[in-house]
């Protein structure tokens, strides 16, 4: 549970007018640090998200180090006037939004959240009363209403301040290049990685492609599929050395395919053990969908699939494809 300690917001309301430094700090209430926490918990693990770290060297490291060594406020005040700068050198869009930046503690370490929480026009309502004290409700437009915490539009990162890590969700932005990552590249300088959902693709494309010319897909991808689930389970990772050992066990060329998958992930930047935050992607791992020519489409859990007596693909004479499913209790009608 994330539980949000100091926070300190910069309005963003017109490129003509520059916020004021330093930042007043204060303490969320319960609603404010509620807020914060969906957002930091839309940065960890939404789709899109991607682990990266500071570039050695970059200015930005000692800056955020110094939320470990001084007082959220010092912290604070020295980092907020160095990203407004960098904002308005790189003339990117310094209106309609607020920077917000708030600490909290996970998993007994110290991180920090920086994001980018762009005002909605909405809708408000108002009452208006005549001479007479005659009220009449009425409805007021405002352009400072806040996104949804776990909305599309929340961009920013998260950063581990024990370990370096950052999981980052950025936004392309207009700059004086053209267009660049807002938090990634133009306020602060990040190594460039893939996000979760690319890596597993990648991997998994790896796996496919160096795997034996008679593994059969219906029996390589359940295998995939539950050798990287399984590595989520034990570790929250996926370990691609570990992966690749599981589905080809049994090949006799097992350690040759590992060598090449292993060369392919260093060539396409691919890390060797994936953090995975993205609930999407654990929830994906563990389903195997199925369509047939004659538009029958299946999705089972990726375990029952390596069950023979659950689930089963049989090749005929003739050339078809039969599937069986076993085990089975109780059939529904959708």
Not at 163 to 174: F, W
Not at 179 to 188: I, K, M, N
Request: proline share 6%; aromatic share 6%.
């Amino acid at each position: 549970m994330v539980i949000v300690a100091r926070a300190a917001l910069v309005p963003y309301e017109s490129e003509l007018v520059m916020p004021g430094f330093p930042a007043q700090v204060f303490a969320p209430d319960e609603r404010e640090g509620e807020y914060l926490a969906r957002v930091a918990e839309r940065l960890l693990s939404g789709d899109g998200s991607r682990t990266t770290r500071l570039s050695k060297g970059s200015v930005q490291q000692k800056l955020m180090k110094d939320f470990l060594l001084h007082s959220f406020a010092e912290a604070a005040g020295a980092l907020l006037p160095v990203v407004d700068d960098a904002l308005r050198t790189q003339q990117a869009p310094a209106e309609g939004f607020d920077l917000a930046l708030f600490s909290f503690e996970k998993d007994g370490d110290p991180h920090l959240c920086m994001a980018r929480l762009s005002w909605k026009k909405t809708m408000l309502h108002r009452d208006d009363a005549d001479e007479e004290g005659v009220i009449t409700p009425r409805m007021a437009e405002s352009r400072q209403g806040m996104p949804s915490p776990g909305g599309r539009d929340i961009c920013g990162f998260v950063m581990n301040l024990s370990t370096g890590e950052i999981r980052l969700k950025d936004a392309e932005v207009p700059c004086t290049a053209g267009t660049a990552p807002l938090f990634g590249s133009l306020l602060f300088s990040m190594e460039d990685t893939r996000t979760e959902r690319d890596a597993v693709k990648a991997v998994q494309e790896a796996l496919r492609e160096e795997a034996p010319f008679d593994m059969e897909p219906q029996v390589l991808e359940p295998a995939i599929r539950r050798a990287m689930s399984r590595s989520i389970e034990e570790t929250g990772t996926i370990d691609v050395e570990s992966v690749t050992q599981e589905v080809f066990a049994d090949a006799p060329e097992g350690k040759e395919i590992a060598r090449r998958v292993a060369e392919r992930m260093q060539q396409e930047e691919v890390q060797p053990v994936i953090p995975v935050e993205n609930r999407r992607v654990v929830n994906s791992l563990q389903k195997l969908k199925l369509r047939t020519d004659t538009g029958i489409a299946i999705t089972l859990p990726a375990e029952l699939a390596q069950d023979a007596d659950s689930f089963s693909v049989i090749n005929n004479d003739d050339g078809t494809i039969a599937i069986y499913i076993g085990n089975i209790g109780e059939l529904k009608t959708e």
